[in-house]
């Protein structure tokens, strides 16, 4: 493992409590950094946090990202916690069920752009004026593939993804002489519990497009957030990083 150095930094991972939240945690704090898993799961966030503890000081918030003031609490005891916030990585999402547009059940479109894209906002909402307060943040935001292709059978994953990539370019820019950093991630599927919501036929045909023939890995995902989230990503801002087994063209 290469190391990356986040030694004196607190972090807040969304979703932090397993997948790809609790590998970008892991990797977090073997870097050096404090880091809070914000989760709605309670039970998860504290088997997280009994294995993680060992690795450095870990905070657990349960929060609703769908929820502006359980997000603004989350926010005020992770900086009481830590005396300071220097990190957002943007990870909690789901994938929803999947079926036609036309056929889609309207709840479950709202649900995961509730989570999906209002989650972020309301986290960056929450967290971006401690940074500005520090004078640095990271901000890295976990999109997808889907958000720019687009998905069959799955356009209100997609269409929260691709939202969330506009946001993130958005949010490069209004912070752009600030030294707070946003960037997005866009992996083809990773392997993890979220396969479990998908069809066999959906997973087969997202296979099929990554021509290295394979799922990608948790730790690999972390690997990417690790650097995005450190001072030795200095002069991008608003980008796309593709995780994607050479799936992605542009």
Known sequence: MNQIDLKNRAAIVTGGARGIGHAIA???????ASVALWDRDEKALAEAKAEL????????????VTDLSSVQ???ASTAAAFGKIDILVNNAGIAGTNSKTWEADP?????????????????CHAVIPHLLKNGYGRIVNIASIAGK????NAAHYSASKAAVIALTKSLGKELATSNVIVNCVTPAVIETDILQQLTQQHI??????IP????GKKEEAAALVAWLSSEDCSFTTGAVFDLS????TY
């Open 204 to 209: 087969d045909y997202m296979l099929s497009k």
């Open 149 to 152: 292709e687009g998905n069959p």
């Open 245 to 248: 087994g050479g799936r992605a």
């Open 53 to 64: 503890g060992a690795l450095g000081a870990v905070h657990t918030a349960a929060v609703d």
């Open 26 to 32: 892991t990797r977090l704090l073997q870097s050096g």
């Open 107 to 123: 709840a479950d479109w709202r649900r995961v752009i509730d989570i999906n894209l209002n989650g972020p906002f309301h986290c």
């Open 73 to 75: 609490n989350a926010a």
């Open 212 to 215: 290295m023939s394979r799922f």
